[in-house]
């Protein structure tokens, strides 16, 4: 029976695999007038002067709401909320698993962009931090913009942020593993959708010399003209040089290479072409751009995937729980470009310098204890910025 199968089986045996557990005991007629009315009256009196004591008062402190509206399901593309929600209830899971933050999916049924943010807006009051999950670009874009002008509390695209982290920890490590320097190097991004676009921001903050974008049409360029806003913005910041042409044209010198679109798009001549010291990051799922064997057979240095199967699994685990944990235990009302570098950061040094090798360049995806170190790092960095 193949791991498809298996989850099917599994999730008809779970049917769900979230459930409410009641912190509150309710044995007694006390127990009763404490946890509900009469007692109850109080808190909410108390809330109703004081808005923030919603977060001593209530668990707004350690929930986040989940929230799709199932347009980009994993390579599932628009299947809609509804057959989203297993990966929105798995999300969930990891939330509690891996940072015991408690979390709650949620499906909205509409495509219109305003609609989805006037429905975040307006149930926010019952959570402490809103992750975005599973939406298009450029869409995502606008709805998370929108969100963050009009809430009061952290909003977080996971599939770009999350992401972008993610891979700038890896990047991080691989490039130092290299001999070389992040303001020296030259990455590659084949795939211009919102983890593409993300990434390269990301990158571009830690400070890498030059970036080069390839969509559909080839290399991202000034001369050529973007009906996307997201790739317009994309021309100005990256391609020094202003290149054209192919990936293969793309990757010819280049030091790095990030995939995030499909399977089977690099070949061993392009990993050949690049500069010395090679390092691929094919992400694509199940299938990367180059599998993990035929790029070290191509001269690859330093490889990663998105693969459990395979050393350097570069996976948004290792982000997403730390973050919120962190910003929730602050009460932060944001979640900053700094606060992203310094969990990025933190996932980095996670891992000893002598300790670092060619197939250990991130934390095991199931190290639960990286979540505290992000923590920490989102945490202080909010804190500390409060004082400048």
């Given at each position: 029976m193949d791991i498809k199968q298996q989850a099917l089986e599994k999730h008809y045996e779970w049917q769900g695999k979230l459930e409410v557990v009641s912190r509150a005991k309710i044995e007694t007629r006390e127990d009763l007038s404490l946890a509900y009315t009469p007692g109850v009256a109080q808190p909410c009196l108390e809330i109703a002067k004081d808005p923030e004591l919603s977060y001593k008062l209530t668990r707004r402190n350690n929930l986040v709401a989940v929230i799709t509206d199932g347009t980009a399901v994993l390579g599932l593309g628009d299947i809609g909320g509804l057959a989203g929600m297993p990966v929105m209830e798995g999300k969930c899971c990891l939330f509690k698993e891996f940072a015991d933050v408690d979390a709650f999916p949620l499906c909205i049924k509409s495509k219109d962009?305003?609609?989805?943010?006037?429905?975040?807006?307006?149930?926010?009051?019952?959570?402490?931090?809103?992750?975005?999950?599973?939406?298009?670009?450029p869409r995502c874009f606008e709805i998370e913009a929108k969100l963050k002008e009009r809430l009061d509390i952290p909003v977080f695209h996971d599939d770009q942020h999350g992401t972008a982290i993610v891979v700038g920890a890896a990047m991080l490590n691989a490039v130092k593993l290299a001999g070389k320097k992040p303001e020296d190097i030259t990455v590659v991004i084949n795939g211009a959708g919102s983890a593409g676009i993300a990434i390269g921001k990301f990158l571009l903050k830690l400070g890498v010399g030059d970036l080069i974008m390839v969509d559909l049409c080839?290399?991202?360029?000034?001369?050529?003209?973007?009906?996307?806003?997201?790739?317009?913005?994309?021309?100005?910041?990256?391609?020094?040089?202003?290149?054209?042409g192919t990936l293969a044209d793309a990757m010819k010198?280049?030091?790095?290479?990030?995939?995030?679109?499909?399977?089977d798009l690099v070949s061993p001549e392009m990993v050949q072409s690049?500069?010395?010291?090679?390092?691929?990051?094919?992400?694509?799922?199940?299938?990367?751009?180059?599998?993990?064997?035929?790029?070290?057979?191509?001269?690859?240095?330093?490889v990663g995937t998105g693969r459990s199967d395979y050393p350097n699994q570069i996976n948004n685990v290792l982000v997403f729980p730390g973050v919120f944990k962190g910003a929730l235990s602050v009460r932060a009302k944001a979640i900053t470009e700094e606060m992203k570098l310094a969990a990025a950061h933190?996932?980095?040094?996670?891992?000893?310098e002598d300790k670092l090798s060619v197939d250990y360049i991130i934390p095991s995806a199931l190290?639960?204890?990286?979540?505290?170190?992000?923590?920490?790092?989102?945490?202080?960095?909010?804190?500390s910025s409060l004082t400048r």
């Open positions: 962009p305003d609609e989805i943010v006037r429905t975040i807006e307006l149930i926010s009051d019952s959570f402490g931090g809103i992750n975005l999950e599973d939406i298009s670009a080839g290399v991202i360029n000034r001369d050529d003209s973007y009906d996307n806003p997201a790739h317009a913005e994309m021309a100005q910041l990256s391609n020094k040089k202003n290149i054209k010198g280049a030091d790095v290479f990030v995939g995030v679109s499909k399977p690049m500069a010395d010291k090679p390092i691929l990051f094919p992400m694509a799922n199940p299938d990367p751009e180059i599998t993990y064997d035929l790029a070290k057979q191509s001269g690859a240095f330093i933190a996932i980095a040094d996670f891992i000893p190290d639960k204890s990286v979540a505290d170190a992000v923590a920490k790092a989102v945490a202080d960095e909010w804190t």
